[in-house]
């Protein structure tokens, strides 16, 4: 458990060490939300739905992608003398799970800024996008481990992980249209809310049973 | 030799059955147009009918015609005058008054004669009416009496409004999906084991069975495109179940992009299968989540027609499960040849390096 703490601490201290990280996703998302503004001006909620969750992905995709490359040959060695499998990759998850939610609650907070934010069940919202970041760490976090593994990050992280968050896309894209419905006129969404909670468990059961086999060389 | 092999055979033979009764066994009779397709309440409505794989003239002794509304009323033809075996003419006195309060509503067409049995094509009429009385409609129309229909017995597959001959492809691109999730299940399972034992045969079958279901995917694509140009008016729609199959083969083409990023086949081996059970697990809320998200064209949802109950006859089952069988055998047989190819290259560069 210690040293659930202590890998969970490294990654923060990592990403504070090396600012240019964190600071240029903020820059990312900035300058996307300012295309967004100068080529819309004004946004409909399915338009403002469908780019909130699109910069979401692609936030979270550069954001993860590093979260195993970072670490260079020797670093894992070491860390696989140190802790369980199991152990590092929870601590990833759990932190890449606080930076998304950070991220997404951000892209929230510029978008209400520049074209305003239909969102009228605030609560909801939240919880949609809580999971969310749940399901895009558990399944980005595996990914970047495979991708890491292979050395070239970049595109294959896009390639392999895209079509994985599409179902995470589009229930999250129905739950938050949902959430920007006239009041009273909303539907009833605990399916969908069912659907993002199987995702996220069988995406972390399965992240959990097969990264021993990712980590071992 | 053959004890080992027969399963080849088998499914070889089952294809030959399938192609030959799929393709060359007919339709039963059918109705595909009728004009004029509208007429107002009061009208003496003569309608031209055409028929398909029928018999007029040979049943022209026992041939009847009827309009039916909603299930509930069954107006006869006066008169019936047959052209040739495709082409008929009936005539019905429409009532002055419709027995519903909606503007304008469609019948069916129902014809039955002793040698084609009984043909339906709904909505083949829109009547309109200007002034509305149901209560009026409700005494004018006739209510049903169920007419004793003729029951043939043929071996013959059912005709479907709009599908027609197109019903075949039930024996080509169902049954393809079918095996293809069978491969890829395949798939799966020599990942695992793979996992577990470490043993590079399982990782050849694995990435052979992949192979194998990608190449049934695009045949499904395919024979699935041809059939939508044909009954929805175009290749690619954006059909729920469409964006479904090209999630699932991208999925499988990064599987095979991420294969190729290894040199150390150890390594490959080993990340591939993890990535490829990972996916797979994920792609199966995609395959509940999906068709609940938006209406599809695709037959089984919406209404339309697909494998339950009534929608497949028995006739069309005699030809659909060996059709499955068939196709995944002849995939297995496939996958067979590509992983002993592999496990053969295998051996040669391993016997070349070790000398």
Known sequence: MKAFWVLLKKEWVLEWRRGYAFGGILLYLFSTVFIIYATFRTVDILTWTALFWIIAVFVSVSAIGKSFVQEGEGRYLYLYTLADPQIVLAAKLLYNFALLFGLNLLIWGIFSFAVGSPVQLKGQFLLVLLLGSFALSAILTFISAIAAKAGKSGTLMAVLSFPLLIPVLLTGLRITQNTAAIQGMSLDTSGDFLIMFAIILLSMGMGFILFPQVWKD | ?355
Do not use: C
């Not at chain 2, 009728?34 to 018999?55: C, H, I, Q, R, W």
């Not at chain 2, 503007?103 to 829109?126: E, R, Y």
């Not at chain 2, 491969?183 to 990782?203: M, N, Q």
């Open chain 2, 1 to 355: 030799m053959i004890q080992k092999n027969w399963w080849k055979g088998l499914g070889v033979v089952i294809l030959i059955y399938v192609f030959v009764s799929g393709l060359l066994v007919p339709l039963k009779p059918g109705i595909t147009g009728v004009s004029p397709g509208s007429a107002k309440t009061g009208d003496v409505l003569s309608v031209a009918v055409e028929g398909y794989n029928s018999f007029f003239l040979k049943g022209a002794a026992t041939q009847k015609a009827w309009l039916k509304l909603n299930n509930e009323y069954l107006l006869e033809a006066q008169e019936l005058e047959v052209l040739d075996d495709r082409h008929l003419n009936a005539v019905f006195t429409i009532p002055a008054f419709l027995p519903v309060s909606g503007k304008v509503q469609d019948v069916a067409l129902i014809l039955d004669n002793a040698i084609d049995g009984p043909s339906v094509l709904p909505s083949a009429v829109f009547i309109t009416q200007d002034s509305i009385q149901p209560e009026r409609g409700q005494r004018e129309w006739p209510v049903v009496t169920p007419p004793d229909l003729h029951v043939i017995r043929s071996f013959a597959f059912p005709f479907r409004n709009i599908l027609a001959e197109s019903i075949r492809n039930t024996y080509f691109h169902v049954p393809l999906w079918f095996a293809m999730i069978f491969l890829f299940l395949a798939s799966i399972v020599h990942s695992i084991k793979y996992l577990r034992s470490g043993d590079p045969r399982a990782d050849h079958r694995a990435s052979a069975f992949t192979s194998g279901g990608i190449f049934y995917g695009l045949l499904g694509v395919v024979t699935g495109a041809i059939w939508a140009k044909n009954t929805w008016g175009a290749y690619w729609s954006w059909d729920v179940k469409q964006n479904m199959t090209a999630i699932a083969l991208l999925i499988y083409f990064a599987y095979f992009i991420l294969r190729g990023l290894f040199e150390d086949p150890e390594q490959r081996a080993r990340i591939s299968a993890v990535y490829n059970i990972f996916a797979f697990s994920l792609l199966i809320p995609l395959i509940y989540i999906i068709p609940r998200l938006t209406d599809s064209l695709h037959p089984g949802a919406g209404g339309n027609p697909a494998l339950g109950g009534e929608d497949l006859d028995n006739t069309m089952r005699m030809v659909f499960y060996p059709a499955i069988i068939g196709w995944t055998l002849l995939g297995f047989w496939m996958v067979n040849l590509l992983y002993r190819i592999k496990d053969l290259d295998f051996k040669y560069l391993n016997a070349k390096s070790n000398r």
